[in-house]
């Protein structure tokens, strides 16, 4: 099976070690009864989609709304926490619990819920400028602690909401508004950027291959743990087209490198090799030294082979790693935090608990 | 043995001061156990530098550790020391001028040598050189007959030995003030517990002081000071940081909410982030956040899950929050955020107090956006103050600032024991039911439509079906919560938020004044940290006849709906603050009366003589001319 682009789609049960020997993302969040399924429709809120006609986030939209219903979660324990930016209005548009918070801070935001509600499934929504310019410290933070989040990034290399300036994932010699000259600022490689904060699931995906969209989605709900998702999104107005070689199916299928677990690693006629120092090349498959060939492993313990991968990127996407770049199970933040508090315990605490933690071990008494 | 003297004193200020290094905090912390266990009424005040080891034997170096204690009520860690511990040249040097002619000073001759001498500046020693004559000064050699009293134990090195000097001070203090010393024993050896020698030798040297104290001709008198009178009840000592952290913890549990601390470490307000990291087993979650604001937005999202958010900092900390705390006066969710105030601007005095973030807190956010701010005036009121910030934030779905600061955070005093289930009914409702109906007559949830008495919205947590809702700081719909940008609703929601702060005011006490005589024509007004000090200097005016009123602000926003009329009803109204007249400005601001700030910097707690003087000089001069703004 493939989606749109081409890309091969894993089936739903082959994503690396998650779910193999522990909690999926979802556990401990109330389930629909089996006689009841949500729709599209059920997800969808009343108020006015207000992007601009073409927007990527129109697609991503109705995919993660046709996605919903497919976890069988109860609607009202889902929560979508968004920051500032075009992508950050999408909890407005899902008929779900939602905050639409401050510029960059959601993860922060998300992750005071996440770990005082274990019964929530709690999605971020945020975009390049909010994730990696004013939020990127929050980002990492939320990655390496692995708190139990699934962010969704939208990547459109550009800050849309402010009008088009260039952002941190906007490419080196990009004329905008704020870079009249081209940018001199070099660009973050979101997934670079999760690997190397240790992201225990970190994938891309494109806003128009609903198919492989909803594939990545559905693994990182999976996923128990942080999940990034940098998902390539279209901003017709402010750098329209910036994706587009990536949709004309000859070109993708020349530079979209799909990453399938336990497959080959290539695109068109060509293999990536692995050399003895590590490094990674293209060559083409007839030559390549079929020991060398890098098999696509998501749930290696060590992040290096994923983060190697994701370097393999070029600014002219002649080459673009896509699909689940890492999936490790790996102990979450708000899991371990309820643990201590679980373990230290003693029961309810009574009026006398709170009597006798508020004279501490040193008292005296007056006599009356 | 000769049998000495004991002499009764009704109180007693006793400063430690030594090296960063020494073991001040820790003897002070001891001596104010054991003095509380005694039923004497004490306050305490430690001062210690930022750095935690500036060089050995400097001035920057000192830290200190001032107790005051008495047969009566003490309001006060005391003016001036009747007594200084000296531990070394650099603490002498550092404390002097702060000791009136006639105090006694106990040092530590070993430590007087050239080396730490000349550290410090002085040629010759003060010891040898007079200059200390008008002062009673015990000379001893306490690091040496420390080690020596530790000759038996071969195994520990002399270094370790001289650590253990400062449980020698305690122990010969303890003697000289007949103070028990179980309690220190207590406490070594839960501390100590797994280093026996350690342990072995810190209760060696404590009894060897004690002892040196019986025995040595050098002090001829010992002192005893009675209990004080007390209401009945039981008692323990407590610092304001660890108050603040048992009423948050206590007033959850009245609120019936699990509590969540998203913070990060800042001084002086780090040790609430310690405490409650300590009591998971009340259910409480703590999270060192990777920055102030992550803190604040942890906390917020943990408020919107239905948990008790709360935040703590220090003033530049309270600046990276700023944005987060308008986004919950845009959210209308409860919110509690302590400030512990300390010197500024920038990072001004770590470790010093001020009360300079009072209009920060008021009004450091971008667009109308009011919240409640209250100030604890105790260390033991800072308990009572954390039980009605989150009443408020509760109650009203609002962020509530608290200010407290340097000097209740680490201070300490006797604080009697409430009954957690006499403390007031804070429970909270969710919303469980649609409110509303849609054009159709179909059963809707409005997030945005309020409580008519409180005007607060109705908090529907996730997980509640039905009310599945969206917030966010864009303005929002009257009612319906949903995003609008008609200028009349702003206009209308930035009008309601400002009514729901001010109708707190409905539900928190008037003012009260205290005003013995009834006819006192001057009134001293402050808030926060400095009623001690006031209170102090009006108790040493009024005994000298001085007709003098008091009245102390806890709420700062907003006030006690009588303060107007309360400032109206005097000739004269002073407003003592460790700021530059904060208070004073928004006093005349709102209710238009000419208040006198008088204000100091300093990062100390106000001297209660100076205000004394301050107050008998307005009162003297009531039907002159105002005081001039004055400043120290
Ligand atoms: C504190 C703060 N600073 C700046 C802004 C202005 N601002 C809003 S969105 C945005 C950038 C958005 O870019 P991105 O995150 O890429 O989202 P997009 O609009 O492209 O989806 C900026 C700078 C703001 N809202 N808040
Ligand atoms: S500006 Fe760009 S990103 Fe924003 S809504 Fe319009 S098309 Fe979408
Ligand atoms: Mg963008």
């Not at chain 1, 008929?95 to 801070?105: A, F, L, N, P, Q």
């Not at chain 1, 992750?111 to 994730?131: E, N, Y």
């Not at chain 1, 770049?325 to 230290?344: C, H, K, M, N």
């Not at chain 2, 009945?232 to 609120?255: D, Q």
Request: with cysteine; charged share 20%; proline share 6%.
């Amino acid at each position: 099976m493939t989606t749109e682009l081409g890309m091969p789609l894993r089936s739903p049960d082959a994503h690396g070690t998650a779910g193999i020997n522990s909690l999926t993302g979802t556990a401990g969040v109330p389930r629909l009864g089996d006689d009841v399924t949500l729709t599209k429709r059920d997800f969808t809120s009343d108020q006015e989609v207000r992007w601009c006609p073409g927007c990527g986030d129109y697609v991503i939209l109705a995919a993660v709304q046709g996605f919903l219903p497919e976890l069988g979660l109860k609607r009202e324990n889902i929560v979508f926490v968004s920051g500032i930016g075009c992508s950050s209005r999408f909890p407005y548009y899902l008929d779900t619990y939602g905050m639409h918070s401050i510029h960059g801070r959601a993860p922060a935001i998300a992750t005071g819920l996440a770990s005082t509600r274990p019964d929530l499934s709690v999605w971020v929504i945020t975009g390049d400028g909010d994730a990696l310019s004013i939020g990127g410290n929050h980002l990492i933070h939320a990655l390496r602690r692995n708190v139990n989040l699934k962010i969704l990034l939208f990547n459109n290399e550009i800050y849309g909401l402010t009008k088009g300036q260039y952002s941190p994932t906007s490419h080196v010699g990009q004329v905008t508004k704020s870079s009249p000259l081209g940018s001199v600022d070099r660009p973050f490689n979101p997934v670079s950027l999760a690997l190397g904060a240790e992201a225990t699931f970190v994938a891309r995906t494109m806003d128009s291959d609903r198919q492989h969209l909803t594939g990545v989605l559905r693994a990182a709900a999976e996923h128990r743990g942080s999940a990034l998702v940098e998902i390539y999104q279209n901003c017709p107005i402010f750098n329209d087209g910036v994706f587009d070689v990536l949709k004309d199916r000859t070109e993708a299928a020349a530079r979209i490198l799909h990453l399938v677990d336990g497959e080959q690693v290539g695109a068109g006629e060509n293999v990536v090799v692995r050399d003895d120092r590590g490094l990674l090349s293209f060559v083409p498959r007839a030559e390549a030294d079929p020991t060398r060939i890098v098999v696509h492993d998501p749930g290696a313990d060590d992040p290096s082979a994923a983060f190697a991968l994701s370097r393999l990127d070029s600014p002219d996407l002649g080459h673009v790693p896509m699909g689940v770049f890492r999936d490790v199970q790996r102990p979450t933040y708000d899991d371990g935090l309820r643990e201590q508090i679980a373990a230290s315990r003693t029961g309810t605490v009574t009026d006398a608990d709170i009597d006798a933690l508020l004279a501490g071990r040193d008292t005296w008494t007056v006599g009356a | 043995m000769s049998t000495k003297l004991v002499q009764q004193l009704d109180r007693v200020v006793i400063r430690f001061a030594g090296d960063s290094g020494d073991g001040m905090q820790l003897t002070g912390d001891r001596f104010t156990s054991e003095t509380a266990l005694l039923g004497n009424d004490l306050s305490t005040l430690p001062n210690f530098p930022a750095e935690i080891r500036a060089p050995q034997g400097t001035l920057p170096g000192v830290s200190s550790f001032q107790l005051h204690f008495a047969d009566h009520s003490v309001l006060t860690p005391g003016d001036a020391p009747d007594v200084l511990v000296a531990m070394n040249p650099a603490a002498l040097k550092a404390n002097l001028s702060d000791l009136p002619r006639g105090a006694t000073i106990i040092v530590n001759t070993d430590e007087f040598s050239k080396r730490n001498l000349s550290k410090v500046g002085y040629t010759i020693s003060p010891l040898d050189d007079g200059s200390l004559e008008s002062w009673h000064v015990h000379p001893v050699a306490l690091t040496s007959i420390a080690v020596e009293s530790l000759a038996a134990f071969t195994e520990l090195s002399r270094k370790e030995k001289e650590r253990a000097k400062n449980m020698f001070a305690l122990g010969l203090l303890s003697w000289l003030y007949t103070r028990p010393t179980d309690g220190t024993e207590a406490f070594l050896k839960s501390k100590f517990a797994d280093k026996p020698d350690i342990l072995e030798a810190n209760l060696t040297a404590l009894r060897a002081g004690f002892n040196y104290g019986e025995t040595t001709e050098d002090f001829s008198v010992s002192y005893e000071v009675a209990p004080a009178t007390m209401d009945a009840g039981t008692y323990r000592n407590v610092t304001g940081n660890v108050a603040l952290s048992l009423g948050l913890v206590a007033a959850a549990h009245r609120a019936g909410l699990p509590l969540f601390l998203g913070s990060y470490p800042i001084t002086p307000a780090s040790d609430i982030l310690h405490t409650l990291a300590g009591l998971k087993r009340y259910g409480v979650a703590t999270m060192q956040a990777e920055d102030e604001i992550a803190g604040v937005g942890a906390a917020l999202g943990a408020s919107f899950g239905g948990a008790l958010g709360v935040t703590t900092t220090s003033g530049p900390g309270l600046a990276l929050k700023a944005e987060t705390i308008g986004l919950a006066v845009s959210l209308e969710l409860p919110l509690v955020v302590c400030d512990i105030q300390r010197g500024g601007p920038s990072t001004g005095l770590p470790t010093k107090t001020e009360q300079a973030d009072l209009l920060q807190a008021l009004f450091g956010r971008n667009g109308e956006s009011p919240v409640a701010v209250v100030a604890p005036s105790t260390p033991s009121d800072c308990f009572d103050i954390a039980v009605e910030a989150v009443r408020i934030a509760t109650t009203y779905r609002t962020p509530v600032i608290v200010l407290s600061d340097g000097y209740l955070a680490n201070g300490s005093e006797p604080w009697k024991l409430p009954k957690t289930s006499e403390l007031p009914d804070i429970t909270v409702e969710f919303a469980t039911e649609p409110n509303g109906v849609d054009a159709k007559g179909a059963p809707v949830f409005h997030p945005y439509l309020r409580d008519p008495d409180t005007l607060a919205r109705p908090w529907a947590i996730p997980g509640t079906p039905g009310l599945e809702h969206r917030v966010g700081g864009i303005e929002k719909a009257d009612i319906t919560g949903n995003i609008s940008y008609d200028p009349d609703n702003h206009d209308h929601m930035t009008r309601l938020r400002q009514a729901k702060i001010d109708g707190i005011a409905d539900t928190i006490a008037p003012l009260s004044v205290d005003d013995p005589t009834g006819d006192a024509e001057v009134l001293v007004l402050g808030w926060g940290s400095t009623y001690g000090p006031i209170a102090a200097a009006v108790r040493v005016a009024r005994a000298s006849g001085v007709k003098v009123a008091q009245a102390h602000l806890r709420h700062l926003n907003p006030f006690p709906a009588n303060t107007g009329e309360v400032l109206r009803a005097y000739e004269r109204v002073i407003v003592p603050e460790m700021n530059l007249g904060q208070l004073a400005m928004l006093l005349r601001a709102k209710y238009l009366v000419d208040v006198e700030s008088h204000t100091s910097v300093r990062g100390l707690p106000f001297q209660s003589g100076e205000l004394a003087d301050v107050i008998t000089a307005a009162v003297t001069s009531v039907s002159n001319e105002p005081l001039k703004e004055s400043a120290t």
